[in-house]
C-alpha cells in the first residue's frame, strides 16, 4: 500500500490533504526534498501511522471521488 507525496500544485492539491491523506511539497525548494525524505522515513518506522493515513485516504477518495460524485459534479 502507499501514501500519495506530491507537488503543491495542480490537482493533486485537490485529491490530497496535507498531512491527513497523504503529504504535498514545494519540490523547488531543496528543504522540501529533505522534508519528503524525512515523512517518508518516518512512515516506514512507524507502520501505525502509515496505515491511520493510508485508511483516511481511502475514505476520502471514495466520498469525493467516486464515479457517483463526479457525475453528480458534472
Known amino acids: 500500500k502507499n ?3 506530491g507537488g503543491k500544485h495542480g490537482g493533486v492539491v485537490e485529491a490530497v490533504k496535507d498531512k491527513e491523506t497523504g503529504f504535498l511539497f514545494n519540490f523547488e525548494e531543496d528543504e522540501s526534498i529533505h522534508a ?7 512512515l516506514i518506522e512507524h507502520s501505525d501511522i502509515r ?7 481511502k ?11 463526479t457525475l453528480k459534479n458534472i
Open 59 to 69: 475514505g476520502y477518495v471514495r466520498n469525493h471521488f467516486s464515479w457517483q460524485i
Open 3 to 5: 501514501i500519495a507525496i
Open 51 to 57: 496505515l491511520k493515513i493510508q485508511n483516511k485516504a
Open 36 to 42: 519528503a525524505i524525512g515523512i517518508i522515513t518516518y
